[in-house]
């Protein structure tokens, strides 16, 4: 069974910091790609950070870099999202993904390449 499970979401105020955490088992624990992606409503979903896990290369959506940074911990089966210098624009409904591969002439930020997702966490930066 594949699962990506996401604690970690929560209120924070302006300039603060969050941490995401995602679980990953059954086929998206061999993912090449893993990503973070944010949707808020009435928008298409938004990549914000993805990895290609074979080589742990990593790539930012510009809204985020210099502020968020992605990592996996393969040992432990885990995706991270950390979130410094939050703006109250970073309010969205927040998930991880995992995706086998990434076809040919597609980026990571594509959320229709990814086969698996979690079920989604809220961060809300507000005063």
């Known amino acids: 069974q594949v699962q990506l499970m996401e604690p970690g979401g929560g209120s924070v105020q302006p300039g603060g910091s969050l941490r995401l955490s995602c679980a990953t088992s059954g086929a998206a624990n061999s993912a090449e790609y893993m990503g973070w992606f944010r949707q808020v409503p009435g928008k298409e979903r938004e990549g914000v950070a993805g990895i290609y896990t074979r080589i742990t290369s990593t790539d930012y959506a510009d809204s985020v870099k210099g502020r968020f940074y992605i990592s996996r911990d393969k040992a432990k089966n885990t995706l991270h999202l950390q979130m410094n210098s939050l703006r109250p624009d970073d309010t969205a409904m927040y998930y991880c993904?995992?995706?086998?591969?990434?076809?040919?002439?597609?980026?990571?930020?594509?959320?229709?390449?990814?086969?698996?997702w979690g079920q989604g966490t809220q961060v809300t930066v507000s005063s």
């Open positions: 993904a995992a995706a086998p591969y990434l076809p040919y002439g597609r980026r990571w930020s594509d959320h229709n390449v990814y086969s698996y």
